[in-house]
């Protein structure tokens, strides 16, 4: 089966990929954190979004230690799954 895409579909895939892959190779080389605080991930990407991506165990929290520790949600994770949003939401 075919799908046929604009010009415009096939640019916004390209785009989000390659700052995808951006982010990877940033994250891997140490220049950004591979992971973000809960606080800022709420700040980048609205509190509501995080909240239904978790809620629909779309996306992972990650605890450094017991009940009181700080949560993390993994950089590369929720990249991937905004950058997949954007394109279906393009298509």
């Known amino acids: 089966m075919e ?9 916004t895939i390209v785009r989000e990929a390659a700052e995808l892959g951006a982010i990877i190779a940033l994250t891997r080389t ?3 954190s591979p992971y973000l605080k809960k606080r800022e991930a709420y700040r980048r990407y609205g509190r509501r979004n995080i909240e239904q991506l ?3 165990h ?3 929290i990650r605890s450094d230690g017991n009940h009181t520790a700080a949560w993390r949600i ?3 994770e929720i990249e991937a799954i905004v950058r ?4 279906w939401r393009q298509l």
């Open 74 to 76: 993994d950089r590369i």
């Open 58 to 60: 779309e996306l992972t």
């Open 84 to 87: 997949c949003l954007e394109i």
């Open 30 to 32: 140490g220049k950004l």
């Open 3 to 11: 799908i046929p895409l604009t010009t415009q579909q096939l640019r």
């Open 54 to 56: 978790l809620a629909k």
